[in-house]
């Protein structure tokens, strides 16, 4: 596959591997997304539903990406616009709700939130090592290993967060680790939509040889 610089020609996930990755972290993002929103839920954890958000949003990007393996790079990188427009969007949403739980949450469950945020992590890391070779490439390849990383990063935080919460016996570990996450998607979302915007325009300037 080619590397993310230079001249040479990005990954653009046209790899009966890559597919097969791709559903396997399907499958992971979405059942995990029902068991940490019920889990957030159950323990009053803001950054596990944080978390549990960001599983649903997986799920959706990866399908998103399968859907347009072997098209143009046009479309590619339309729905890596898509992605990081998603991305953004949920970003923005826990940084309110965060800040709406500041006024009413009460002390989250930590036990819950780390024993959840344990199980999230060993599944974020899978996908991270079965994506792993697969990192570098066009904004719409590059967009599933960030939001993968992004969760793995995001599980570290929860389970640091559920021990700022035993220590401390309050809420606001919870939230500032909510709020860190939400900010990470955030990030996230700038570099997928500088990326696709960069490669919409190529597609552009090269007309009909980047619909190939």
């Known amino acids: 596959m080619g590397a993310c610089c230079g001249g040479e020609t990005k990954f653009d996930g046209l790899s009966k591997g890559y597919r097969r990755a791709l ?12 068991v940490e929103m019920a889990a957030g839920a159950l ?17 959706l990007t990866y399908g998103i990406s399968l859907a347009v393996i072997g098209m143009s790079l046009r ?8 992605k990081g427009i998603s991305l953004a969007v949920m ?14 949450l009460g002390i989250p469950n930590a036990p819950v939130m780390g024993a959840i945020g344990f199980l999230a992590l ?60 939400a900010g990470l998607f955030l990030w996230s979302a ?6 696709a915007l960069q490669e919409r325009s190529e597609s552009r300037a090269n007309g009909p040889a980047a619909a190939e």
């Open 23 to 34: 559903w396997i972290v399907i499958a992971i993002n979405g059942i995990m997304f029902f």
């Open 75 to 82: 479309a590619r990188s339309t729905a890596a616009l898509f």
């Open 91 to 104: 970003g923005l949403w826990v940084f309110g709700s965060t800040l709406y739980h500041v006024v009413i």
């Open 190 to 195: 700038v570099q997928i939509l500088k990326q």
């Open 122 to 181: 060993a599944a974020n890391l899978t996908s991270v090592l079965v994506l792993m070779k697969y990192r570098d490439g066009d904004a719409n390849v590059r967009s599933v290993w960030l939001c993968s990383r992004n969760d793995a990063i995001g599980n570290v935080a929860v389970m640091a967060a559920a021990g700022g919460v035993a220590l401390t016996n309050t809420a606001w570990p919870d939230l500032i680790v909510a709020g860190l996450m």
């Open 43 to 59: 323990a009053g954890s803001q950054a596990l539903q944080a978390d549990a958000l960001d599983f649903l949003g997986d799920s």
